[in-house]
């Protein structure tokens, strides 16, 4: 059984700096997109950013320059990298992969972790 743990969620001050991490575990044959996505408060889940198994990012524009996705394939890991953190980016961050397993392709998520911006 797939399952996706995050983990470096929050409490920071506005201009601060966090580390989420994301790793799959299971029987995985193989890994394709793996990224990041937010819910914050009252709002619907968003992109935030997503890398392909060929090491092509997206960012959403919000976070261009100041956030960063990177992988440990050899883990099956995920991690953003958030500098510059503003109120808004306060949302509950969830980890996201498409994976192969036996079963077949599949999209999983994360259970999410909460990241809160605030003075």
């Known amino acids: 059984q797939v399952q996706l743990v995050e983990s470096g969620g929050g409490l920071v001050q506005p201009g601060g700096s966090l580390r989420l991490s994301c790793a799959a575990s299971?029987?995985?044959?193989?890994?394709?997109?793996m990224g990041w996505y937010r819910q914050p408060p009252g709002k619907q889940r968003e992109l935030v950013a997503v890398v392909t198994s060929g090491g092509n990012t997206n960012y959403a524009d919000s976070v261009k320059g100041r956030f960063t996705i990177s992988t440990d394939n050899a883990k099956n890991t995920v991690y953003l990298d958030m500098n510059s953190l503003k109120f808004e980016d306060t949302a509950v961050y969830y980890c996201?992969?498409?994976?192969?397993?036996?079963?077949?392709?599949?999209?999983?998520w994360g259970r999410g972790t909460q990241v809160t911006v605030s003075s």
């Open positions: 299971g029987s995985i044959f193989t890994t394709y997109d």
């Open positions: 996201n992969a498409v994976l192969r397993t036996y079963q077949g392709r599949y999209t999983y």
